[in-house]
């Protein structure tokens, strides 16, 4: 337990990300620190609905006559889908985008519903109520392929149309509205992002999403279904390669590593890889401060000098994408495609596998995880969609049905908080995607508009105009940068874009200062859209 093996890697093929140094880390028994900080609650939630069962085929989407998009801004972080979107509508489909902002697939939608952040799970579960008392309910769907209707129709019965709009903060036409889409329109097709699952009851949420889309029994046809994850569905052919690594070991959450580094039993090395925590991890003021710990010796692998690798002891130079061999999956689509290198590594760059074969030659370690040349790629590569792929007709959950309570779970059933709205001091905090950054990769030259974006009328309230110099803090940190003023925003609410490095940022201080490491209600998950924040004008003669 004296190393953390901080390990990300999400933007990597997939033997750079999962192959060799994955497994070293294993093999030596050292710390499995879990990947809580994105799409961990979600991907419990599915596995706890949906097991084993793969993704609705992103290609059948212009088949629907009604796309709902819930908490994903598409524009922005799944370039694949928008194309996908605009054939749709002119094939006559309705699109329905819920957000709490207009996002830029917003703009492209026939109804948005900007959505309170966190009341998602009373949304979902008023719908499924209004689905029943309309005796609007798939019976004969649920009768087939669901288990546990009873258990969730009966905490969805506490909720009606009326008393969700008041909590979720929106107009009870809008909320009518979608009922009416969800009954008269098929096929339909639900696009789940991760946001939703970003706040303490995201687990709660996304269990009543998934569940409210069974009992409405939208399968079994081209253009319906659920988009989740592609990436699982192609990579588990190159992840069945890789070896099991079976050596005990004990597991961290990501959000908590901030904890660990500054506790009195600190391990003694860091070693970072396809990460910049220094910006990403939430509590950022406890990140940097384990970070800078002289008592823990940090190495960091990476290809730029990233805030993260200011604070390493040891950098070592990493190779980009362009300078290795290896097989990459998609988020997007059902691809799995051969990486070739343009060029060979550059200077004293080394990739990933390199790295973890040479240590583990030097720490006498075995490993097993196969290199590129010894796997036919040719066999295993797709470049089309997989045939037979739609849900509850060729593809099913483990059992062949879908489960809506779990009394083993630690949430056996969605359980939602309630009083979601902000008081009038303090505005709930959003950190979203930009179309600039994938996190905090490539702002280091061409950072999205640094900025926080409020509602006119919140800015009205505080005495604000375009372009003020702003301090947006609570009780954990501050950020100091210039307000804008956007139309976009719903009140109440205000955004901080993710992946700004600290040199963007007045104060060196990014927007992951003002997130607690707390975590969500299935999985530990990051709460990075829970945040409550004052946003005052700055003091200049400070």
């Not at 819930?70 to 922005?76: D, V």
């Not at 980009?320 to 343009?342: C, H, I, M, P, W």
């Not at 370690?365 to 997989?386: G, Y």
Request: one cysteine or more; glycine letters at 8%.
């Amino acid at each position: 337990d004296s190393i953390a093996p901080y390990l990300y890697n999400s933007s990597s093929g997939i033997l750079e990300g999962s192959g060799s140094t994955l497994e070293l880390f294993g093999r030596l028994g050292c710390p499995d620190i879990e990947h809580t900080i994105c799409a961990h609650t979600f991907g419990m939630a599915w596995q706890q609905v949906f097991p084993t069962m793969m993704s609705a085929d992103p290609l059948s989407i212009p088949h629907a006559k009604l796309l709902v998009i819930w908490g994903a801004n598409s524009t922005a972080s799944n370039s694949h889908l928008p194309p996908l979107v605009n054939e749709c509508k002119a094939n006559g489909g309705t699109v329905v985008v819920i957000d709490p902002r207009r996002t830029g697939i917003a703009d492209r939608a026939d109804v948005h519903i900007p959505l309170l952040p966190g009341t998602d799970a009373v949304f979902a579960m008023a719908v499924t109520a209004e689905l029943e008392r309309r005796g609007k309910l798939a019976n004969s769907f649920i009768s087939e392929h669901v288990e546990g209707a009873e258990e969730f129709l009966a905490v969805c019965r506490n909720w009606n149309l009326d008393d969700a709009a008041e909590e979720c903060g929106i107009d009870v036409a809008l909320l009518a509205r979608y009922v009416d889409l969800l009954v008269s329109a098929a096929p339909a097709m639900l696009r789940i992002g991760w946001g939703v699952e970003r706040n303490v009851n995201g687990g709660s949420s996304m269990l009543a999403i998934l569940s409210m889309w069974a009992v409405s029994g939208h399968f079994g046809v081209e253009g319906s279904g659920i988009l989740a994850s592609t990436s699982r569905a192609t990579t588990a052919q190159v992840e069945a390669l890789l070896p099991e690594v079976t050596e005990p070991r004990t597991a961290i959450n990501m959000n908590h590593v901030g904890r660990w580094l500054t506790s009195d039993t600190p391990p003694s090395v860091l070693f970072i890889q396809g990460a910049n925590p220094a910006v990403t991890a939430n509590d950022q003021q406890r990140m940097l401060l384990g970070l800078a710990n002289i008592d823990v010796f940090t190495v960091v692998h990476e290809q730029v000098m990233t805030d993260t690798a200011r604070y390493a002891d040891v950098v070592l130079p990493a190779t980009t994408q362009f300078e290795v061999d290896d097989v990459a999956g998609s988020y997007g689509s059902f691809a799995l495609q051969r990486v070739n290198k343009a060029v060979e590594p550059i200077g004293e760059a080394r990739g990933n596998d390199w790295l973890g074969r040479e240590l583990a030659k030097r720490l006498g370690v075995h490993l097993s995880t196969p290199r590129i040349e010894e796997i036919d790629v040719n066999q295993i590569t797709i470049v089309a969609s997989p045939m037979n792929s739609v849900q509850f007709r060729d593809v099913f959950p483990a059992g062949r049905k879908a489960r809506l309570f779990s009394p083993e779970s630690e949430l056996p059933l969605p359980a939602p908080l309630t009083g979601r709205a902000a008081t009038r001091s303090y505005l709930r905090l959003l950190t979203s995607a930009t179309s600039r950054t994938v996190n905090s990769m490539f702002a280091e030259y061409d950072p999205p508009t640094i900025a926080v974006s409020v509602h006119p009328s919140d800015a009205e309230d505080r005495g604000l105009v375009d372009g003020d110099r702003v301090v947006v803090s609570n009780l954990l940190g501050s950020v100091h940068l210039p307000v804008s003023l956007d139309e976009r925003m719903r009140p109440g609410v205000c955004e901080i874009p993710k992946g700004l490095w600290m040199r963007h940022v007045a104060n060196g201080m990014v927007s992951n200062t003002l997130i607690s490491d707390g975590v969500n209600d299935l999985g530990g998950g990051a709460c990075f859209n829970e945040a409550l924040v004052l946003i005052e004008k700055e003091d200049v003669n400070v």
